[in-house]
């Protein structure tokens, strides 16, 4: 049964960092692609960066420069590093991630079948 489980999210005031990090169990292979989504209360759920085994990386275009994801494909364990935050990033963020053959980082929800349980960032001003 796979399994993906957040951690590293948190408060912290505007202009500071956080490091989320989604490890994956369960699959064989690793995903071929994962993601990071994050919703706000009474909006959608939004792709937020995504990569590909490959490497191939997606972001949404307001976090280009701030965020990076990153994977470590031996411990199946997903980052996001996030800098310079504001208090519109605050959101619950999922990490999610498909095992299915297609390495094109998509920033489309239902492309990935596999959801973890998700963990708060609160960005204070």
């Known amino acids: 049964q796979v399994q993906l489980v957040e951690s590293g999210g948190g408060s912290v005031q505007t202009g500071g960092s956080l490091r989320l990090s989604c490890a994956a169990s369960g699959y064989t292979p690793s995903p071929y692609r994962m993601a990071w989504f994050r919703q706000a209360p009474g909006k959608e759920r939004e792709g937020v960066a995504a990569?590909?085994?490959?490497?191939?990386?997606a972001y949404k275009d307001s976090e280009k420069g701030r965020f990076t994801i990153s994977q470590d494909n031996t411990k199946n364990t997903l980052f996001l590093q996030m800098n310079r935050l504001k208090p519109e990033d605050s959101a619950m963020y999922y990490c999610?991630?498909?095992?299915?053959?297609?390495?094109?980082?998509?920033?489309?929800?239902?492309?990935?079948?596999?959801w973890g349980q998700g963990i708060q960032v609160t960005v204070s001003s």
């Open positions: 990569i590909g085994r490959t490497g191939m990386t």
């Open positions: 999610a991630a498909d095992s299915r053959y297609n390495n094109y980082a998509s920033l489309q929800a239902l492309e990935y079948p596999d």
